[in-house]
Nanobody, 124 residues
Framework: QVQLVESGGGLAQAGGSLRLSCAASGGTFGSNDAGWFRQAPGKEREFVAGISPSGVYTYYPDSMKGRFTISRDNAKNTVYLQMNSLKPEDTAVYYC?????????????????WGQGTQVTVSS
């Protein structure tokens, strides 16, 4: 069982940057795919990025390419999401998730473990 705790959210100005962290405990986090998702009020959850267990492979939906970077440090059991050039429409609760590998990073199926989320608010 993997427990995930996100941090690093907060208030940012448009054009600014934030780095989110997701600390894992329990289980074998380094053997899992990890991903970041977000959900804005009244909207469906969106997939932001995925990363392979080793960190060598990453995936971003087309709508997320260019401003977001996912990375991980398995020695610290932590996954990161670097967000640059923030826009007000990036305002959402951001969640990290993990799952056993093998489904392909482009799919959002199979994420078993979820954090509680961290709020990101971008002001114009």
């Amino acid at each position: 069982q993997v427990q995930l705790v996100e941090s690093g959210g907060g208030l940012a100005q448009a054009g600014g940057s934030l780095r989110l962290s997701c600390a894992a405990s329990g289980g074998t986090f380094g053997s899992n795919d990890a991903g970041w998702f977000r959900q804005a009020p009244g909207k469906e959850r969106e997939f932001v990025a995925g990363i392979s267990p080793s960190g060598v492979y990453t995936y971003y939906p087309d709508s997320m390419k260019g401003r977001f970077t996912i990375s991980r440090d398995n020695a610290k059991n932590t996954v990161y999401l670097q967000m640059n050039s923030l826009k007000p429409e990036d305002t959402a609760v951001y969640y990290c998730a993990a799952r056993p590998p093998g489904l392909g990073l482009s799919t959002t199926r199979g994420y078993l473990y979820w954090g509680q989320g961290t709020q990101v608010t971008v002001s114009s």
